[in-house]
């Protein structure tokens, strides 16, 4: 009995040191707050309303269900509900992500604050998606298949300029990401 215990004790502890060192992503990491005030939150699934009353003013309508705010964040909604989240060269020192990447970083930078579980590293891209089902983050060879439900996808991608910063920084599920809708 006392071995079969210990046993199972030890596969527990090496199931759980297996796993991502960071636990994944979750519907929190799809966020992003004003720079000094971690009250001002903008988060995947937040109402419209609600993700208005911290970006300001109603934001002015690019295309489809994407708008732009003030500050260079840029928010698309599905059925009046976040979907997914862009910061721009403009949100540098304003907004942030709920991790602390802003626009203006390196792709070390990134990597610091999300870790190697990168879907790509490409010269001016890195993308990370997350299947919040499996728990699993996604191989490039993964990303083309097809999920039963892709808002259970969480993608972070972050493009770089020529000098290596980030640009554009985009929260989202890989339904939007992919569709736009």
């Given at each position: ?15 759980t ?112 998606a ?35 910063s ?16």
């Amino acid at each position: 009995m006392r071995k079969g215990t210990i046993t199972l004790l030890f596969l527990v502890l090496l199931l759980t040191a297996c796993g991502s060192s960071d636990g994944g992503f979750s519907t929190k990491d799809l966020a992003i707050q004003k720079v000094g005030d971690d009250q001002a939150v903008v988060r995947y699934g937040m109402s419209r309303v609600d993700a208005e009353s911290i970006l300001g003013e109603e934001g002015e309508l690019e295309s489809g269900n994407s708008f732009s705010y003030s500050s260079g964040v840029k928010v698309m909604y599905r059925e009046d509900k976040v979907a997914g989240i862009y910061l721009t060269e403009e949100s540098e020192g304003a907004y942030e992500t709920a991790a602390g990447l802003s626009s203006g970083m390196n792709n070390d930078d990134v990597k610091k604050i999300y870790g190697d579980h990168y879907l790509s590293d490409l010269e001016n891209n890195l993308d990370y998606a997350y299947d919040s089902d499996s728990g699993q983050y996604l191989k490039e060879t993964e990303w083309a298949k097809k999920f039963e439900d892709d808002t259970k996808i969480y993608l972070i991608s972050v493009i770089f300029d020529g000098q290596g910063s980030a640009r554009t920084i985009m929260l989202t599920d890989r339904q939007m990401a992919l569709t736009f809708r």
